[in-house]
């Protein structure tokens, strides 16, 4: 049981070049999030995802989108990279029963020079 | 909005002996589910606790429990017979009861075990 897995683990973009951060589960949950982590901080929510083809924004969604065509699959798009970009990315996923734990991927350390 | 604050940056603590993280929020609901998250050097975050609000009862894991003031909206985490391998990050975290689980995270806490 793989669980969550992100790809890449690591990324060099340089200013104004595009990406798309993986996201894949094999745990058929409903909900699905992207978090960024900031050096010494905590993680704030951009995107999440309560099934395929729901998606709505979190705290920080302004530079980056997102889709859902699949319950297991839900990738974030970054159109411009800009430095305030660099940071660490997570993607978590969780059932829609209840309040369940979240189950997080092992983060994409993205850097936009 | 919800509010988590981690007004200790750093810890340390001797090994097998006993360490409180303090974790304060806000929040105008009743109902929400706490947390406890650990990020070791891995990146990885790993769920070390949880409380739901309308338990009185404060939840325990092995050497894990913690101490939820609901009316003082105070949720520290006590770690008993501290190991090496506790040391990381450590993140308390809010969200709502119902729905999507939105985590709202605190700033972490890092926790250095001295042998």
């Known amino acids: 049981n793989a669980g969550v897995t992100q790809t890449p683990k690591f990324r060099i973009l340089k200013i104004g070049q595009s990406m798309t951060l993986q996201c894949t589960q094999d745990?058929?949950?409903?909900?699905m999030y992207w978090y960024r982590q900031d050096p010494g901080m905590g993680l704030k929510l951009i995107y999440y995802s309560v099934g395929a083809g729901i998606t709505d924004k979190g705290e920080v969604p302004n530079g980056y989108n997102v889709s859902r065509s699949t319950t297991e699959d839900f990738p974030l798009r970054l159109e411009l990279a800009a430095p305030s970009q660099t940071s660490v990315y997570f993607c978590?996923?969780?059932?829609?029963?209840?309040?369940?734990?979240?189950?997080f991927g092992q983060g994409t350390r993205l850097t936009v020079v | 909005a919800q509010t988590v604050t981690q007004s200790q940056p750093e810890m340390s603590v001797q090994e097998a002996e006993t360490v409180t993280l303090s974790c304060t929020y806000d929040?105008?609901?009743?109902?929400?589910?706490l947390f406890w998250y650990k990020q070791p050097p891995s990146r990885q975050m790993i769920l070390v606790i949880r409380?739901?609000?309308?338990?009185?009862q404060n939840a325990t894991e092995n050497r894990f429990s913690v101490n939820f003031q609901k009316a003082a909206k105070s949720f520290s985490l006590k770690i008993s017979d501290s190991q090496l391998g506790d040391a990381a990050m450590y993140f308390c975290?809010?969200?709502?009861?119902?729905?999507?689980?939105?985590?709202?995270f605190g700033q972490g806490t890092r926790l250095t075990i001295n042998p």
């Open positions: 978590a996923s969780s059932y829609a029963q209840m309040n369940t734990e979240a189950f």
């Open positions: 975290a809010y969200s709502r009861p119902l729905g999507a689980q939105k985590l709202v």
């Open positions: 409380q739901e609000a309308y338990k009185q």
């Open positions: 745990m058929n949950h409903n909900y």
């Open positions: 929040t105008s609901e009743s109902d929400y589910y």
